[in-house]
């Protein structure tokens, strides 16, 4: 069976600061797919990210960058300078050979970034 | 269309009466697939359609919810007898495909659906 665990339920930063959420899933299926995706208040799912698990390279876009480690089966979100729109609800999801599209989320975390 | 759209938005209805929920996919998608959000639940996968294949209903909750796509598009959700345990906002999705690489989501804003 597959899990995403996202331990952290909400945080909370001060404009400026970075912010790194924790997402850690079990498999085991050799092949895999990781993703993030935003949720702000307006409540539509927002896709950040795929990544492959046969792809290990760490990704940077923007402000958000991603650190996936196989061995310690974790895929972690880092908002840089956080801004007062990153304010919002944030998933790690993962997927495998079972069916690619069907996603097995996590409980998401909470980001609230005040001025 | 440019996104996936979902009907209605809002939807408020009495214990025992059922209720239809409808999905618009984008143009060229031939995945679809209905999760459901709840406080006490998170996100739930429900239902999965790709193409013509029978679609995965693995994660139907009961048998009062049933979906289907007519024509490889528009996709209806239906709950019957609707319990106070069904108000969530139900999500619909669509992909390219549902094969590896191609399995990226796109949302609709739901339809916030409760049950009085």
């Known amino acids: 069976a597959q899990k995403v665990t996202q331990a952290q339920t909400e945080i909370s930063v001060v404009e400026k600061e970075d912010v790194t959420l924790d997402c850690v899933y079990e498999?085991?299926?050799?092949?895999?797919?990781l993703f993030w995706y935003k949720q702000p208040p307006s409540g539509e799912l927002v896709f950040l990210i795929r990544r492959n698990s046969f792809d290990e390279q760490n990704e940077i876009s923007g402000r958000y960058s991603w650190n996936f480690q196989k061995s310690t089966s974790s895929f972690n979100f880092t908002i840089t300078a956080s801004q007062v729109v990153d304010s919002a609800v944030y998933f790690c999801a993962l997927s495998g050979k079972d069916s690619w599209g069907k996603l097995q989320f996590g409980a998401g975390t909470q980001v609230v970034v005040t001025p | 269309g440019a996104g996936v759209s979902q009907s209605p938005s809002n939807k408020v209805t009495e214990k025992g009466k059922d209720v239809e929920l409808r999905c618009d996919p984008i143009s060229g998608h031939t995945a679809l697939y209905w999760y459901r959000q709840s406080l006490g639940q998170g996100l739930e996968f429900l239902i999965y359609?790709?193409?013509?294949?029978?679609?995965?209903k693995s994660g139907l909750p009961s048998d009062r919810f049933s979906a289907e796509r007519t024509g490889g598009s528009v996709s209806t959700l239906t709950i019957q007898r609707t319990q106070q345990e069904d108000s969530a906002v139900y999500l619909c999705a669509s992909s390219l495909s549902g094969g590896a690489g191609a399995n990226v989501l796109t949302f609709g804003a739901g339809s916030r659906l409760t049950v009085l």
């Open positions: 498999t085991r299926d050799t092949t895999y797919y």
């Open positions: 359609f790709q193409g013509n294949s029978a679609p995965d």
